[in-house]
C-alpha cells in the first residue's frame, strides 16, 4: 500500500528567508503524481504546486519549487523569500493513476516569522 | 476557475439531529467528488467517493448508514449526517475533480459541532 511520510510536524522560517519541508512516500508504481496543498488558518485546502512522476524536470510555481527525487521517493518543496502569508499546514499528497484519491501525509506547520 | 463551494460552513446542532452539508463546484461540472473528514492537527481521512448518478464508495471503517451521500447532479454533492451524536463533531471537506488529469478543488470545509 502507498503511504506518505512528512516528518517535519513544524517548521519556522525568517521572513524573505528559504525553507524547504520534507515528503517521502512509498510505491511500487512507476507512473503518479504528487502535490503539495496549503491549508492557512481559513481551512480551505490550496493547491500549491503539482509534478508527474514521469516528468524529469521539477515543478516550479513562482517562490515555490520541489526537489524531486524518482528513486528515492522523495518529494521536497521550497519555499523561497518566505512571506507572512505562507504560515499554513503544508500537506504532501500521493494519487495514484486510475483512482483519483488521494493519500495524504500528516502535515507540516510552518511558522514565519517576523 | 474552478471554485468549489461547501454549505454551511459552520453548524451547531443537538445530538440525535440529521445535518445536511452541500458541496458545489460553481464552474465546472464533476464527475467525481471527495468528502474527507479532518480532526483536530491531523491529516484530512477520505471517507467516501462520490460519482454522479451512482452510488458513493465508501472507505473501510465509514459507516455508509451514517454517513448519506448523494451526488445528484454534475455540480452538487451532499453529505448528510443521520442521528449526530458528539464523536462526530469534526471538520468536513468537500472536494471536486473536474477531470482525471486535474488535480482536486477543495470547498472551504463545514465545521460541525454536536452538542
Known amino acids: 500500500a502507498q503511504t506518505v511520510t512528512q516528518s517535519q510536524p513544524e517548521m519556522s522560517v525568517q521572513e524573505a528567508e528559504t525553507v524547504t519541508l520534507s515528503c517521502t512516500y512509498d510505491?511500487?508504481?512507476?507512473?503518479?503524481?504528487l502535490f503539495w496543498y496549503k491549508q492557512p488558518p481559513s481551512r480551505q485546502m490550496i493547491l500549491v504546486i503539482r509534478?508527474?512522476?514521469?516528468?524529469?524536470q521539477n515543478a516550479t510555481e513562482n517562490r515555490f519549487s520541489v526537489n524531486f527525487q524518482k528513486a528515492a521517493k522523495s518529494f521536497s518543496l521550497k519555499i523561497s523569500d518566505s512571506q507572512l502569508g505562507d504560515a499554513a499546514m503544508y500537506f504532501c499528497?500521493?494519487?495514484?493513476?486510475?483512482?483519483?484519491?488521494?493519500?495524504f501525509g500528516t502535515g507540516t506547520r510552518l511558522k514565519v516569522l517576523a | 476557475g474552478a471554485v468549489v463551494s461547501q454549505h454551511p460552513s459552520w453548524v451547531i446542532c443537538k445530538s440525535g439531529t440529521s445535518v445536511k452539508i452541500e458541496c458545489r463546484s460553481l464552474?465546472?461540472?464533476?464527475?467525481?467528488m471527495f468528502w474527507y473528514r479532518q480532526f483536530p492537527k491531523q491529516s484530512l481521512m477520505l471517507m467516501a467517493t462520490?460519482?454522479?448518478?451512482?452510488?458513493?464508495?465508501?472507505e473501510q471503517g465509514v459507516e455508509k448508514d451514517k454517513f448519506l451521500i448523494n451526488h445528484a447532479s454534475l455540480t452538487l454533492s451532499t453529505l448528510t449526517v443521520t442521528s449526530a451524536h458528539p464523536e462526530d463533531s469534526s471538520f468536513y471537506i468537500c472536494?471536486?475533480?473536474?477531470?482525471?488529469?486535474?488535480?482536486?478543488?477543495f470547498g472551504d470545509g463545514t465545521r460541525l459541532s454536536i452538542l
Open positions: 464552474d465546472f461540472q464533476a464527475t467525481t
Open positions: 462520490s460519482n454522479e448518478g451512482s452510488k458513493a464508495t465508501y
Open positions: 510505491t511500487s508504481e512507476s507512473d503518479y503524481y
Open positions: 509534478q508527474e512522476a514521469y516528468k524529469q
Open positions: 472536494s471536486a475533480l473536474r477531470d482525471s488529469n486535474q488535480p482536486q478543488h
Open positions: 499528497a500521493y494519487r495514484r493513476p486510475g483512482t483519483y484519491k488521494y493519500i
